[in-house]
Nanobody, 119 residues
Framework: QVQLVESGGGLVQAGGSLRLSCAASGRAFSSYTMGWFRQAPGKEREFVARITWSTGWVFYADYVKGRFTISRDNAKNTVYLQMNSLKPEDTAVYYC????????????WGQGTPVTVSS
C-alpha cells in the first residue's frame, strides 16, 4: 500500500524559509514522478513542482521558480520542497503526489501539510 506522508509545514514570516518533506513508502518509486501541489483557501489546487525520481529532472511553476527547490533522497525515499523568500500568497495546504512517468494523472496523494506566511 502506497503511502505519502508530508511534514514540515508551519507558520513563517514573509521572506522566510521552510522545507517540506514527503516520505514515500509501499513500493519502489524509481519509475515515478513526484509532485508538489498546493491549495489555498477558496482556490483550486495548483501545481508547484515535480521531479522524476530516476533522473532527478525537475520542473517548476513560474510563480515559484527561483524561490522553491524540489529534490529527492533515494536512500530515504523522501522528496523535499525547499521554499525560500516566502510570500503571503504562498499560504496554502501543500500536498505531495506520485504518478508513473507514463501516466498523465497523479495516482497517489498525501494528506497535506499547511503553510501559513504572515506579512
Amino acid at each position: 500500500q502506497v503511502q505519502l506522508v508530508e511534514s514540515g509545514g508551519g507558520l513563517v514570516q514573509a521572506g522566510g524559509s521552510l522545507r517540506l518533506s514527503c516520505a514515500a513508502s509501499g513500493r519502489a518509486f524509481s519509475s515515478y514522478t513526484m509532485g508538489w501541489f498546493r491549495q489555498a483557501p477558496g482556490k483550486e489546487r495548483e501545481f508547484v513542482a515535480r521531479i522524476t525520481w530516476s533522473t532527478g529532472w525537475v520542473f517548476y511553476a513560474d510563480y515559484v521558480k527561483g524561490r522553491f527547490t524540489i529534490s529527492r533522497d533515494n536512500a530515504k525515499n523522501t522528496v523535499y520542497l525547499q521554499m525560500n523568500s516566502l510570500k503571503p500568497e504562498d499560504t496554502a495546504v501543500y500536498y505531495c503526489a506520485a504518478r508513473r512517468i507514463s501516466d498523465p494523472d497523479y495516482t497517489y496523494w498525501g494528506q497535506g501539510t499547511p503553510v501559513t506566511v504572515s506579512s
